[in-house]
């Protein structure tokens, strides 16, 4: 029989954040007990900040009654062993005289098959709802007395109210509404529930709460001309603390436009989970509460979050006032330090600085705006606005540029700093130094990643070189880099990092792993070039045909991979059959390509003249000169297409 079943679990207040964190495996627990204790059934999961609750349209009242078999030793074991027999007897719950045997394959062994009842819903669901609740975790947990303080609310099945006792508390059927309404909700029949709690001040589902958060403000942006900036993070978080929502439009004093929109966004955001509100495409001074009052007047919650935003706005004003005052420096930054052995955060800078200067010199990027902009990139961790809102670090150092008279681009290079984007060539150059000193100087120290752990996000510094490498077309040659930056640090294992940086490029591309595995087995280092040739290797291995060139070309790899390429030397004299002479005349003309693309091509087009070489020529003959010259030749073919991509790596 299947019949209707409520739970809701009441709970003070639950914190937003650890309650979605948590919300994939809330829904998902329930599922797997559902499926162990074979009950399974569809069901909806509801939040509001004081409920949990799990709404089965149709829930089994009772589990299926099952045949179960129980299996035990072979007979040819069990007649030579009583203990056996006696041992399978009380599992099974029977006499030894009442054990049977059964075969199985080729095989009897001790059986028995027994009906089992299926147990009522009611019986079992206070053990699955403590299983379920003592799995979910909210991060830290908090006791009153000697009890959790998560508790049970009504478990219904229909109009019959489950009572059990856990956590310290007695379950019943009655719930609360929304805080404003005291009164206990008594519940006869689970339909109740959802249409009292909709009396009560209480939208249940939290899609409506979405809804109506949304739709309020859409209002609110057409009544006031503005445009409200709903940042998806934080709805879900208002949608999860409150159970009736209500957006509010507040207004702040137009002096603090004065601040970076930065600052009063972050303000808004963090502090208060307040939208911020834009006109003409500009911030202006307003704000978009959410209360989850139940009233219809709300001239004091608007008069209340005004007076608070007023105050968080007139100590930032302080900060930023004070900042630009005492200007940006990066003294104070010697006494705060980096990491064990690598020196302060002054030390680091002068490292990034001669980084920048390698850089800049190779690439021909103005060494003095690099230098400039590295130099001041953290001195905005020394300012009271960064201390106060840490997010900040970086954009503040923007502004206090700007506001010192420093070129445009050296802002912009500050501001962009710990992103994974540049939108200048001074931008691009400061950021690579400062990934290229973090991961230098972790490494050297022996802090390397392991497994799924990096705490130190060494992993991300490596993608940021790449990527900006990428995007701003720099032509950076990793091994040439690293052996520069080598003498800055001890213990600096190049080798290992090269390894570690080449890893990475394989989350770059949406290619055949052994395309890129194929390129970098080369002796290639320089990004671009990589870049270049996997692109090219992934067309041809994408093409139709491409089955029928490996085979040819990997033949050609195998055949010389013992062979020393720095001893290739093809002698035309030692040629014996028409099949050397045509494969070598033709092979000559690859010095006639120096396009990448066409080169390939052309060592493609050599396939026929390879297969025919390879039918009807012995390369290890017993002739000494003769093998080598035609390892030589085939070497040369090899030694040419390794400066796109060792083929024999490639799979498919």
Same mark, same amino acid.
Request: proline share 3%; net charge neutral.
């Given at each position: 029989m299947l019949k209707p079943l409520l739970i809701e679990i009441g709970v003070e207040e639950l914190p937003a954040i650890p309650l979605l964190k948590e919300l994939s495996n809330i829904e998902k627990s329930w599922l797997n007990i559902l499926e162990e204790y074979n009950l399974k059934t569809d069901f909806n999961f509801y939040y509001t900040p004081r409920r949990l609750t799990l709404w089965h349209r149709e829930f089994p009242t009772k589990q299926e009654d099952k045949t179960e078999e129980i299996w035990g030793a072979p007979k040819a074991i069990a007649e030579k062993n009583p203990k056996a027999v006696e041992g399978f007897a009380k599992k099974c719950g029977i006499l030894p005289n009442e054990v049977e045997y059964k075969t199985k394959g080729d095989q009897e062994f001790l059986y028995f098959k027994k009906e089992v009842k299926g147990k009522e819903a009611k019986e079992l669901l206070p053990e699955m709802i403590e299983k379920w609740l003592k799995i979910l975790n909210f991060g830290k947990i908090m006791k009153w007395g000697s009890c959790r303080e998560e508790f049970i609310r009504p478990a219904m099945i229909e109009d019959e109210a489950i009572i059990f006792n856990k956590y310290c508390v007695t379950s019943s059927n009655f719930t609360y509404g929304h805080r404003f309404f005291k009164d206990k909700i008594f519940i006869d029949f689970v339909g109740k529930y959802f249409c009292e709690l909709d009396k009560k001040g209480v939208i249940l589902y939290q899609d409506e709460r979405r809804k109506k958060i949304i739709s309020d403000i859409e209002k609110i942006e057409k009544d006031n001309s503005v445009k409200v900036e709903i940042d998806k993070d934080l709805l879900e978080e208002i949608v999860a @603390?409150?159970?009736?929502?209500?957006? #509010? *439009?507040?207004?702040?004093?137009? %002096? $603090?436009?004065? &601040?970076?929109?930065?600052?009063?966004?972050?303000?808004?955001?963090?502090?208060?989970?307040?939208?911020?509100?834009?006109?003409?495409?500009?911030?202006?001074?307003?704000?978009?509460?959410?209360?989850?009052?139940?009233?219809?007047?709300?001239?004091?919650?608007?008069?209340?979050?005004?007076?608070?935003?007023?105050?968080?706005?007139?100590?930032?004003?302080?900060?930023y006032e004070n900042d630009l005052k005492n200007g940006l420096s990066i003294e104070g930054l010697k006494d705060i330090v980096y990491?064990?052995?690598?020196?302060?955060?002054?030390?680091?800078?002068?490292?990034?600085?001669?980084?920048?200067?390698?850089?800049?010199?190779?690439?021909?990027?103005?060494?003095?705006?690099?230098?400039?902009? @590295?130099?001041?990139?953290?001195?905005? #961790? *020394?300012?009271?606005?960064?201390? %106060? $809102?840490?997010? &900040?670090?970086?954009?503040?150092?923007?502004?206090?540029?700007?506001?010192?008279?420093?070129?445009?681009?050296?802002?912009?290079?500050?501001?962009?700093?710990y992103s994974d984007s540049a939108s200048n060539k001074i931008s691009a150059l400061l950021n690579i130094a400062r990934n290229l000193d973090t991961l230098a100087g972790l490494f050297s120290i022996g802090k390397i990643p392991k497994g799924n752990k990096d705490p130190f996000g060494l992993r991300r510094a490596a993608n940021y070189i790449i990527k900006i490498s990428l995007e701003n077309s720099i032509p950076l040659d990793f091994k040439e880099i690293l052996e520069k930056i080598k003498p800055f640090y001890k213990n600096l294992d190049t080798d290992k990092l090269l390894e570690f940086i080449y890893e990475r490029f394989y989350k770059f591309y949406n290619v055949n792993p052994s395309v890129i595995r194929a390129v970098l087995a080369t002796d290639e280092s320089n990004i671009l070039e990589i870049d270049k040739k996997i692109k090219l290797m992934n067309e041809i291995v994408k093409s139709s045909d491409f089955k029928d060139l490996s085979v040819t070309f990997k033949r050609v790899g195998n055949i010389v991979k013992d062979f020393d390429l720095n001893t290739i030397k093809v002698n035309e004299k030692l040629f014996e059959k028409e099949e050397e002479k045509k494969l070598w005349d033709e092979f000559k003309k690859v010095k006639n390509y120096t396009d990448l693309e066409k080169k390939l091509d052309f060592l493609i087009s050599l396939k026929p003249l390879?297969?025919?070489?390879?039918d009807n020529v012995m390369v290890n003959v017993e002739d000494e000169k003769t093998r080598h010259n035609r390892k030589s030749m085939i070497a040369s073919i090899y030694k040419e297409f390794l400066d796109i991509a060792d083929i024999k790596e490639i799979t498919i």
């Amino acid at each position: 029989m299947l019949k209707p079943l409520l739970i809701e679990i009441g709970v003070e207040e639950l914190p937003a954040i650890p309650l979605l964190k948590e919300l994939s495996n809330i829904e998902k627990s329930w599922l797997n007990i559902l499926e162990e204790y074979n009950l399974k059934t569809d069901f909806n999961f509801y939040y509001t900040p004081r409920r949990l609750t799990l709404w089965h349209r149709e829930f089994p009242t009772k589990q299926e009654d099952k045949t179960e078999e129980i299996w035990g030793a072979p007979k040819a074991i069990a007649e030579k062993n009583p203990k056996a027999v006696e041992g399978f007897a009380k599992k099974c719950g029977i006499l030894p005289n009442e054990v049977e045997y059964k075969t199985k394959g080729d095989q009897e062994f001790l059986y028995f098959k027994k009906e089992v009842k299926g147990k009522e819903a009611k019986e079992l669901l206070p053990e699955m709802i403590e299983k379920w609740l003592k799995i979910l975790n909210f991060g830290k947990i908090m006791k009153w007395g000697s009890c959790r303080e998560e508790f049970i609310r009504p478990a219904m099945i229909e109009d019959e109210a489950i009572i059990f006792n856990k956590y310290c508390v007695t379950s019943s059927n009655f719930t609360y509404g929304h805080r404003f309404f005291k009164d206990k909700i008594f519940i006869d029949f689970v339909g109740k529930y959802f249409c009292e709690l909709d009396k009560k001040g209480v939208i249940l589902y939290q899609d409506e709460r979405r809804k109506k958060i949304i739709s309020d403000i859409e209002k609110i942006e057409k009544d006031n001309s503005v445009k409200v900036e709903i940042d998806k993070d934080l709805l879900e978080e208002i949608v999860a @603390i409150t159970e009736y929502p209500t957006p #509010l *439009l507040g207004k702040f004093d137009e %002096e $603090f436009l004065v &601040l970076p929109p930065e600052v009063i966004i972050t303000s808004m955001k963090e502090n208060q989970r307040y939208f911020p509100v834009f006109k003409n495409n500009k911030l202006t001074n307003a704000f978009v509460v959410v209360s989850n009052a139940y009233t219809k007047d709300f001239s004091k919650i608007i008069n209340g979050n005004e007076r608070v935003l007023r105050a968080r706005l007139k100590d930032a004003l302080f900060f930023y006032e004070n900042d630009l005052k005492n200007g940006l420096s990066i003294e104070g930054l010697k006494d705060i330090v980096y990491m064990d052995n690598l020196g302060s955060l002054y030390d680091k800078v002068k490292r990034e600085e001669k980084i920048g200067e390698i850089l800049a010199e190779k690439f021909n990027v103005a060494k003095e705006k690099v230098n400039k902009a @590295i130099n001041l990139a953290k001195a905005d #961790l *020394l300012t009271e606005m960064v201390y %106060e $809102f840490t997010e &900040l670090q970086g954009i503040m150092g923007y502004y206090y540029a700007k506001a010192q008279g420093i070129d445009e681009e050296i802002a912009v290079a500050i501001k962009e700093q710990y992103s994974d984007s540049a939108s200048n060539k001074i931008s691009a150059l400061l950021n690579i130094a400062r990934n290229l000193d973090t991961l230098a100087g972790l490494f050297s120290i022996g802090k390397i990643p392991k497994g799924n752990k990096d705490p130190f996000g060494l992993r991300r510094a490596a993608n940021y070189i790449i990527k900006i490498s990428l995007e701003n077309s720099i032509p950076l040659d990793f091994k040439e880099i690293l052996e520069k930056i080598k003498p800055f640090y001890k213990n600096l294992d190049t080798d290992k990092l090269l390894e570690f940086i080449y890893e990475r490029f394989y989350k770059f591309y949406n290619v055949n792993p052994s395309v890129i595995r194929a390129v970098l087995a080369t002796d290639e280092s320089n990004i671009l070039e990589i870049d270049k040739k996997i692109k090219l290797m992934n067309e041809i291995v994408k093409s139709s045909d491409f089955k029928d060139l490996s085979v040819t070309f990997k033949r050609v790899g195998n055949i010389v991979k013992d062979f020393d390429l720095n001893t290739i030397k093809v002698n035309e004299k030692l040629f014996e059959k028409e099949e050397e002479k045509k494969l070598w005349d033709e092979f000559k003309k690859v010095k006639n390509y120096t396009d990448l693309e066409k080169k390939l091509d052309f060592l493609i087009s050599l396939k026929p003249l390879i297969d025919n070489f390879f039918d009807n020529v012995m390369v290890n003959v017993e002739d000494e000169k003769t093998r080598h010259n035609r390892k030589s030749m085939i070497a040369s073919i090899y030694k040419e297409f390794l400066d796109i991509a060792d083929i024999k790596e490639i799979t498919i």
